[in-house]
């Protein structure tokens, strides 16, 4: 199985978009797991049929007992994510702020403060022309993104480890949900924008990749809007051995797809379209020879 | 964008304010206000083994609820990247072998590219996981200003409930597709459980946004501010400038923005 994840640093590159158009081009059978666990927007993009749906429970959370609570406040005291606050003559705590350390619960005197399971999300696993897509949703406001990332992933190589390809939609930025996210992957494309702050995010992406080392592949969206940071792009990749696997045009087609719920490559001839087709296959050839039990 | 146009304009008509950037896995705000910066080190406390002490009792390993520490017959391992920093292991050793170093997870730096502007951006490491505590640093150093504009990751995870905390009121800037629509519902939730006043602000306008509007006019969120998709809007920001110092006339918009914000505290949620 070659492992393949799209990653973007910066949100809003076009990775997702990218990432269902992969999903119609690369070859063999493959199973999709949407680990922008945040804002899962693969669904959008890949109709859906659900099949199953799990409750996923991160971490627990604690729970205070009025009735047991005595009011002495060392609970608040010992807490340092500041999770614990006073109400009237007792405490209770702030479920979002909780990193469910237990620490309350070990000074409480009064057996008062408890850790309770706390379902933070839930995992589901579907059905797509392709395959299989794993997708999740979070509570809003539910911490712990990074767990759920990774139990997205289990769940899609678990069920369906037998696959040539997973192919994994990540999150932006570079902590917990990214790290996450690439351990364990042949290859990352990066998607980025020739903006300076794209540059910017790219450059701190690639580093923390190259930590975990999987081969490396860059996309430039949206090439056209800055020619000259286009320039700077290629050329910091060439500097850093990074291929370029595709520059994708700015083009009317890919909101226009985005629209109608498809991947920009399963709405006729476009420039994008055409410009992703290349660089799926430039992809292809350099990857087709990573992985295990091909 | 958002973030840096707003504070921009204030600091252009002299009124002091603070600008931080939340955003610690990809800060990008000193990109768009060059200059220099103090920077310091943010460290979090982490558990230090006192080898002659340690009888290997195992009891710091069955209190982490984050697997940092093994121990094992002769030794512990800690792996620092799991650890949060609860100071839970210290208090579980019964033979006062643990104690706590600061670990470096990233840097806060300080600047002020305009008189009234200063500009804290908060990074993270890279490859450090737990971006949180960086976050909480950047927004203790704006404390004391009489106006605070956080920039916030993507999202609606921990880094945006920690960025949120605590705020009077709550941009969320969207943009007129799916994805947007999508990302927007789910940040509207978040800052509405939070108990704080949001309002929209809709990005690279197409034109095409009647379900963006029909979703905030259900849900009563105010629609602050629309600014139209256009070549040399991308082309401003893609440089590293910003619209209202390129184009003034957009002082105005943002100008109007921050009074709108000031009339959703007044309002409440």
Redesign the interface.
């Known amino acids: 199985m070659i492992r393949l994840a799209v990653v973007s ?4 590159t076009g990775k ?1 978009m990218l990432t269902a158009a992969l999903s119609r081009l690369l070859p063999g059978s493959m199973v999709l797991a949407d680990c922008d ?3 899962a ?1 693969l669904e ?1 993009l890949l109709s859906p049929r659900i099949l199953t749906t799990d409750p996923f429970i991160g ?2 959370t604690a729970v205070i007992d009025p009735a047991r609570c005595t009011g002495c406040g060392k609970c608040a005291g ?1 807490c ?2 500041g999770a614990i606050e006073q109400a009237g003559d007792t405490f209770r705590v702030n479920p ?2 909780c ?5 309350c619960v ?2 409480c005197p009064d057996d008062a403060v408890t ?1 309770q399971p706390r379902q933070t999300g839930e995992i589901r696993y579907s059905e797509i022309p392709r395959g299989h897509l794993v997708h999740a949703g ?1 509570v ?7 767990l759920l990332v990774h139990a997205v992933k289990k769940t899609a190589l678990e069920r369906d480890g037998n696959c040539d390809l997973l192919l994994v939609d990540g ?9 996450s996210t690439i351990s364990g992957i042949d290859a990352v494309l990066v998607v980025t ?6 540059l ?2 790219l450059k ?2 690639v ?2 990749c190259r ?1 975990f080392r999987p081969r490396i592949f860059v996309a430039v969206n949206r090439y056209d ?2 020619p000259a ?1 286009t320039k700077d792009i290629i050329e910091y990749c060439r500097n850093e051995k990074i291929p370029v696997a595709g520059t994708i045009p700015f083009d ?1 087609a890919v ?1 226009n797809a ?2 109608k ?1 498809i991947p920009v490559t399963d709405a006729g001839q476009s420039p994008a379209a055409q410009a992703i087709q290349i660089l799926a296959a430039n992809l292809y050839l350099e990857i087709k020879n990573l992985g295990t039990g091909l | 964008m958002v973030a840096a146009n707003l504070a921009f304009t204030r600091a252009w008509t002299n009124e002091p304010v603070t600008l931080v950037d939340c ?4 800060p ?1 705000l000193h ?1 768009f206000f060059p200059g220099s910066a103090v920077t310091r080190d943010v460290t979090v406390p982490v558990p230090v083994i006192d080898a002659s002490r340690c009888q290997h009792c195992g009891a710091c390993g069955k ?1 982490c ?2 697997g940092a520490l093994t121990v094992l017959p002769t030794r512990v391992l800690f792996f620092s990247e799991l650890c ?5 292991c210290m ?2 050793c019964p033979n006062g072998a643990i104690s706590e170093n600061p670990k470096r997870i990233g840097t806060l730096s300080s600047a002020s590219p305009l008189p009234c502007l200063t500009l804290i951006t908060g990074t ?1 490491d ?6 949180v505590p960086v976050i909480r640093e950047a927004k203790k150093m704006a404390d004391r200003s009489p106006t605070v504009i956080l920039d916030t ?9 920690e960025a949120l ?1 605590g705020c009077d009121a709550c941009i969320l800037v969207t ?1 007129s ?3 947007g629509l ?2 927007l519902k ?2 509207a ?2 800052a509405t ?2 108990g704080i006043p949001v309002g929209v602000v809709i990005n690279r306008s ?1 034109g ?1 946004d009647d379900e963006t509007r029909r979703f905030c006019a259900e849900r009563g969120l105010p629609v602050l501010l629309t600014i139209p998709f256009d ?1 040399e809007i ?2 401003i ?4 400038d910003l619209l209202c110092r390129a184009r003034p006339e957009w002082q105005k918009e943002f100008g109007d923005l921050f009074e709108r914000c000031r009339a959703l505290v007044r309002e409440g949620p």
């Open positions: 640093g910066k949100g809003g997702t666990v945040d804002a927007n959008l971490s627990k010992y340092r994510f979002l702020h990193e469910g350390c237990s620490v070990s000074v850790l979070l809003p406001g539910a911490g712990n993104s990074g999150p932006p930025g570079t902590g917990c949900p990214l790290i924008e020739p903006s300076v702050s794209g910017h995010d701190r992406v580093t923390v930590q809007l800055n940071l009317p909101i985005v629209r719920g | 955003d610690v896995e990809e990008n990109l209190f609820q984050y949060h920093s609860c100071g839970g208090l579980a993270l890279t490859g450090d996981p737990h971006a990751a993507p999202g609606t995870s921990c880094t945006v409930i905390d943009e597709t799916p994805f999508h990302d789910l940040a939730d978040v459980q939070m197409d095409n070549r991308a082309a920001q893609s440089r590293g």
